[in-house]
């Protein structure tokens, strides 16, 4: 063999290494670019199989989002969740609430606002999909109920013009294909952070956590494409491990590989459907100096993506692209203006899911909890009434 040919299968596991890279790139950014738009898009990336990519590291002509249709807020309702003392937490329960809202058509918002005086539950539901998202939760969270509310509740009406926003916009780093935080690292719910957040801010701010979620297409095969990303990187440590070897490379100690296999396992598991997501952090109506979005923040410090910390958009990333106006439309009818991350649903429920009674019996930040003896029944409602019970908001 020629010195040349020598030199050339020595540098393929190298070029081979630099195309995945390139392919990577390109395919891995989806949800997790900082790009904002001047006009709402899908929560749901573009999708294409990587195998039918046209030549490495080219997606083709193919735009990083897709552009919606304004949202229509006569058609948009708020459910307030009123929780029961006897509700207990499992974070099995939140998972199949959420596996129970994976064919939706329209995006879901959950939603934790308040101040020193009240923090209310909220999710943002499109009318049409009331009768499946209300099966949906009372299966798994029975001894809670829901509300329908206007698009406009109580608590935001608080806010004369809704000015003064601040938030943080959350987005993880490239490539979509690592793990969230998962549930079980957590242990409990992370909620009380944002409680005990909310408990510090003065009325009449008010403070919020919205996250946005929505099941992908089911036509969209993202769990082949995160495990062909997976197979890229794994080869891409692989081909990168010591020169020195004629036969085989050898692997460096932080190329290690063999949790590569139950990490792919986890984020792509068959059972565990796909849905994008947008998480925001906000005060409204901050005339004070202090600032309490530092505070919120904690919350997303406890998620990890791959390993590293979630970035952020802030108010002036946003209003060099949208009005004042189009942040609060966003805000209202839980708009998007970048195509939001990828995550399974073991992943989500961590963001999503109904907090213990607990967490909310605090004397700083009260909260109304639902009547554990209802009034429901016939038998109950006849005889001599003696006093009034408040159920879920209402006499």
Not at 63 to 76: F, G, K, M
Not at 229 to 255: A, H
Request: aromatic share 10%.
């Amino acid at each position: 063999m020629t010195i040349e040919r020598q030199l050339i299968a020595r540098a393929q596991p190298f070029i081979l290494a630099a195309r995945a890279q390139g392919l990577i790139r390109q395919e891995a950014i989806k949800g997790c670019a900082p790009a904002l738009y001047p006009f709402p898009v899908c929560l749901e990336p573009p999708f294409k199989p990587i195998m039918e990519i046209n030549a490495v590291g080219e997606n083709g002509d193919g735009l990083p989002y897709i552009q919606e249709y304004d949202t229509d807020p006569y058609s948009l309702r708020r459910l307030r969740v009123w929780i029961s003392p006897e509700q207990g937490f499992n974070w099995v329960r939140s998972e199949l609430f959420i596996k129970g809202l994976k064919s939706l058509p329209h995006r879901v918002g959950f939603e934790i606002c308040g101040n020193q005086n009240n923090v209310e539950f909220y999710f943002l539901i499109h009318q049409d999909d009331f009768p499946q998202f209300s099966s949906a939760f009372k299966s798994q969270f029975d001894h809670c109920e829901l509300t329908m509310e206007n698009l406009m509740t109580p608590f935001l009406q608080t806010i004369p013009g809704r000015r003064g926003i601040e938030l943080l916009d959350y987005f993880p780093l490239p490539p979509y294909s690592h793990l969230f935080t998962q549930p079980e690292e957590i242990k409990v719910s992370p909620f009380n952070t944002i409680i005990s957040a909310l408990a510090g801010i003065e009325p009449p701010a008010i403070g919020f956590y919205q996250l946005l979620f929505q099941g992908v297409l089911p036509e969209h095969n993202w769990h082949q494409n995160i495990n062909i990303l997976n197979d890229f990187e794994y080869m891409i440590k692989l081909m990168s491990g010591s020169p020195t070897s004629n036969r085989v490379p050898l692997q460096s100690p932080s190329g290690e590989l063999r949790g590569m296999a139950q990490d792919t396992e986890k984020k792509a598991h068959n059972d565990k459907p796909f849905f994008a997501g947008a998480m925001r952090l906000g005060v409204i109506g901050n005339n004070k100096p202090e600032n309490y979005l530092p505070r919120l923040s904690v919350f997303a410090n406890l998620f990890q993506h791959g390993g590293r910390a979630l970035q952020s958009l802030s108010n002036d990333d946003y209003r060099t692209v949208l009005t004042s106006r189009q942040i609060e439309r966003m805000l209202l009818n839980g708009e998007t203006y970048r195509p939001g991350f990828l995550l399974n649903s073991s992943e989500l429920s961590a963001m999503v899911h109904i907090p213990p009674a607990e967490y909310l019996i605090n004397e700083k930040a009260p909260t109304v909890l639902l009547e554990t003896l209802p009034a429901k029944g016939r038998t109950l409602l006849t005889g001599t009434p003696i006093g009034v019970c408040q159920y879920a908001g209402t006499d």
